[in-house]
């Protein structure tokens, strides 16, 4: 599932391409996503103006200048492909593909289109000043590259806690935004076991551990998120982070921190697979 770095990738791509342009069209080749689609979606966005493009989480949402707000969430395989003109025949342009199911017209001729063969992303279209209450955003934690996400407020989040540190971390209600691949990697940067409870770090090892999740997240931005499965940019392009996994889908390799000499495990946690080195993370 697409995390924080790749909705941010892929809001910096849509950017340039949606704000301050009108959205002429909405084509709707499906009523149905993971679930069923606004009632009159298409004529309630057409003709309004995008004012600002923005990232919630794993949450991509456009601002319109009527007052209401597009939620998107890409879910498993959901991808946001920008053709920019109609006559735009360079390589990295997306052509129309059989899972195409929700097309924006620009009245500067770009497409912008939503793409997702499983079918596990969603739209939704609300109140901009309703966003607090929205029932996906009204829980949410704070954002991890903001300034409220620091060591103070994650030892306090953390108190008591007898949930493994990694769990706790992909708690939506805790951080905003941070999944399964980034945890696995900030955890492994922080050299800290994703086995331990969370309860029983210390405000040492938490402030460390806070700025190494600022640190992966940052630097898979920078690579244009992760391509393991479905995700590519807006052009089409893969990311580059996967490159510089340490732990995440290394079972069996060594590690690669200088003179650790371990050997990357993986366990089950909640169902997800967690990976870490048993010799340099405690």
């Not at 898979?220 to 340490?246: P, W």
Request: with cysteine; hydrophobic share 35%; proline share 5%.
């Amino acid at each position: 599932m697409p995390e924080l770095p790749e909705v941010e990738t892929v809001r910096r791509g849509l950017g340039p391409a949606m704000e301050g342009r009108v959205i002429c069209k909405v084509v709707l080749h499906r009523t149905d996503l993971r679930w069923p689609m606004p009632e009159g979606f298409s004529q309630r966005i057409e003709g309004t103006r995008v004012i600002r493009l923005r990232r919630l989480a794993k949450f991509l949402l456009a601002d319109l200048s009527s007052g209401k707000t597009i939620l998107i969430h890409l879910g498993m395989s959901g991808r946001l492909l920008l053709c920019k003109s109609p006559s735009d025949k360079s390589p990295d342009s997306p052509t129309p593909q059989k899972h195409d199911h929700v097309v924006f017209k620009m009245d500067d001729g770009a497409r912008v289109v939503f793409n997702d063969p499983r079918r596990f992303g969603s739209m939704d279209l609300y109140r901009s000043d309703d966003e607090s209450k929205h029932w996906l955003l009204r829980s949410l934690g704070p954002e991890p590259l903001g300034n409220s996400f620091n060591g103070m407020y994650l030892t306090r989040r953390l108190a008591g806690k007898k949930a493994p540190i990694k769990s706790a971390l992909l708690d939506q209600s805790v951080i905003a935004g941070l999944g399964n691949i980034y945890a696995c990697e900030a955890l492994w940067n922080a050299r800290i076991s994703p086995i331990l409870r969370a309860g029983s770090l210390s405000p040492l090892r938490v402030e460390r551990l806070t700025a190494a999740i600022k640190s992966v997240l940052a630097d898979a931005i920078k690579a244009g998120g992760s391509s393991l499965r479905d995700f590519r940019q807006t052009g089409g392009e893969l990311g580059y982070f996967q490159h510089q996994f340490q732990a995440y889908g290394r079972e069996g390799k060594e590690c690669r921190r200088e003179r650790c000499f371990g050997t990357i495990s993986r366990v089950s946690q909640s169902g997800r697979s967690t990976f870490f080195c048993q010799r340099c993370q405690r």
